[in-house]
T-cell receptor
Framework: DGGITQSPKYLFRKEGQNVTLSCEQNLNHDAMYWYRQDPGQGLRLIYYSQIVNDFQKGDIAEGYSVSREKKESFPLTVTSAQKNPTAFYLC?????????????FGPGTRLTVL | KQEVTQIPAALSVPEGENLVLNCSFTDSAIYNLQWFRQDPGKGLTSLLLIQSSQREQTSGRLNASLDKSSGRSTLYIAASQPGDSATYLCAVRTFTSGTYKYIFGTGTRLKVLA
């Protein structure tokens, strides 16, 4: 089955720790995205990557970092610099970024800071 | 700055009722508008995508309309079923800060009562 997987489903972090969220896709898509979802707010773009070894900051990149060493993988690291990291994180992918860009979403990771 | 609003935030209807969900956006310079469904604790599933040159799109019991000039879109669900219970999000495709991106609304949480 083609799709996007995210792991873990739930993640707990202590204050001051860095954590990495996994996102893998087998759709052969060039573009991948990370969004953050908070209650009562729309999804907000953290980082995106249009091609391997290239990525760009989205609207709320501070306190986050990414890498894109392989086409199928786009891990997100939430660093200790992120002041309010508790949220639901969604990864998405699309064939390519452009005017019409149908994005396919993973099941999400819920991060809670203890 | 593009803003996307969805009203109401929550809606509860009896099974079998036809219903309309609303989405409004402040800047008519969009490339397309997409409606998504999100089940609790899950990722997003694309329902309908309307290009900026189109007025509506239909898929089964769903019909989405787009009026760019007034900054509005509606999602019509016919003969609602308990399985339609979910959060529905709309997103507009824009070009800002040198990149294409989706701006998401905050969603309407729908509950269809059996």
């Amino acid at each position: 089955d083609g799709g996007i997987t995210q792991s873990p489903k739930y993640l707990f972090r202590k204050e001051g720790q860095n954590v990495t969220l996994s996102c893998e896709q087998n759709l052969n898509h060039d573009a991948m995205y990370w969004y953050r979802q908070d209650p009562g707010q729309g999804l907000r773009l953290i980082y995106y990557s249009q091609i391997v070894n290239d990525f760009q900051k989205g609207d709320i990149a501070e306190g986050y970092s990414v890498s894109r060493e392989k086409k199928e993988s786009f891990p997100l690291t939430v660093t200790s610099a992120q002041k309010n990291p508790t949220a639901f994180y969604l990864c998405a992918s699309s064939i390519a970024q452009g005017i019409t860009d149908t994005q396919y979403f993973g099941p999400g990771t819920r991060l809670t800071v203890l | 700055k593009q803003e996307v609003t969805q009203i109401p935030a929550a809606l509860s209807v009896p099974e079998g009722e036809n219903l309309v969900l609303n989405c409004s956006f402040t800047d008519s310079a969009i490339y397309n508008l997409q409606w998504f469904r999100q089940d609790p604790g899950k990722g997003l599933t694309s329902l309908l995508l309307i290009q900026s040159s189109q007025r509506e799109q239909t898929s089964g019991r769903l019909n989405a309309s787009l009026d760019k000039s007034s900054g509005r879109s509606t999602l019509y669900i016919a003969a609602s079923q308990p399985g339609d219970s979910a959060t529905y999000l709309c997103a507009v495709r824009t070009f800002t800060s040198g990149t294409y991106k989706y701006i998401f609304g905050t969603g309407t949480r729908l509950k269809v009562l059996a």
